[in-house]
């Protein structure tokens, strides 16, 4: 099982996240570097295909990240479980309205 506590920053960039998170799955050499951001998400989801997991994401500051980030997840239901933390009350309802329909 994979475990991960993974902290988004305020000021939020996608690629400096995604960047980060591979770190966890992924020697990031300058070669990663060089990737788009459609890549790097693709080698994060990819890791996790067939694996189970459960990771804290922690401090979520905007919808637009959120989105970004959802996607970076298979949806396998074999009981993998993604935790958000934020302070604000509209990612709330935008992450509750996403997981009502299926999509995280």
């Not at 959802?70 to 309802?93: A, H, M, Q, Y």
Request: proline content about 1%; some cysteine.
């Amino acid at each position: 099982m994979i475990h991960r506590w993974i902290t988004f920053s305020q000021f939020y960039h996608k690629r400096d996240l995604l960047l980060r998170i591979l770190r966890y799955v992924v020697d990031v050499t300058d070669d990663v570097c060089k990737k788009n951001n459609d890549i790097l998400a693709n080698v994060w989801y990819s890791a996790l295909v067939g694996q189970r997991y459960i990771i804290v994401v922690d401090g979520i500051w905007s919808s637009e990240a959120y989105d970004d980030f959802k996607t970076c997840f298979p949806d396998e239901s074999n009981g993998s479980k993604i935790l958000l933390t934020t302070r604000l009350k509209d990612i709330v309802v935008h992450a509750q309205s996403e997981a009502r329909r299926g999509k995280f």
